[in-house]
């Protein structure tokens, strides 16, 4: 198996709810949800960076796929971490984000290796790490 990941997906809630936080809050780019012909098949994909997608799909849809039971998680359960290139950006994240409906969590502050980061949660309660950590910057314009 090669070490990649190329689509992160996210339970959710409410698939509008989430095109729209995503798509209008964040900026994110998507076609919209597409595959509403199909039973369960209601996903919208987003492109993150060259090779990755992020998918949302209603966590009935995942449960109906998967045969697990549905159940709602945790935000521990992981986070997704957004990189960034100085602290001006972390602060520009934030705002967007509380603004666009998400919950912050931990208002962003100096860490303890040296970077400088906030975390908030997505309408669904998915957590999410603004950062700018000075040894993984992202490259220009991928930020």
Do not use: C
Not at 18 to 27: E, M, P
Not at 47 to 71: F, I, K, N, V
Not at 82 to 104: F, I, P, Y
């Amino acid at each position: 198996m090669q070490p990649r990941i190329t689509v992160i997906t996210l339970g959710v809630e409410d698939l509008e709810r989430a095109v729209a936080f995503y798509r209008d809050g964040l900026g994110f780019s998507t076609d919209g949800v597409i595959g509403t012909e199909f039973e369960n098949g209601a996903v919208a994909f987003f492109d993150l960076q060259h090779g990755l997608r992020l998918a949302l799909w209603p966590r009935s849809s995942m449960a109906a796929d998967t045969g697990l039971p549905l159940r709602v998680g945790g935000p521990l359960e992981f986070t997704l971490g957004h990189n960034v290139l100085s602290k001006a950006e972390v602060d520009a994240v934030m705002q967007q984000a509380a603004k666009a409906g998400a919950t912050v969590v931990k208002a962003a502050a100096d860490t303890f290796y040296g970077g400088y980061a906030g975390y908030f949660t997505d309408p669904d309660g998915h957590l999410w790490e603004a950062v700018y950590n000075p040894q993984l910057l992202p490259e220009a314009g991928t930020a």
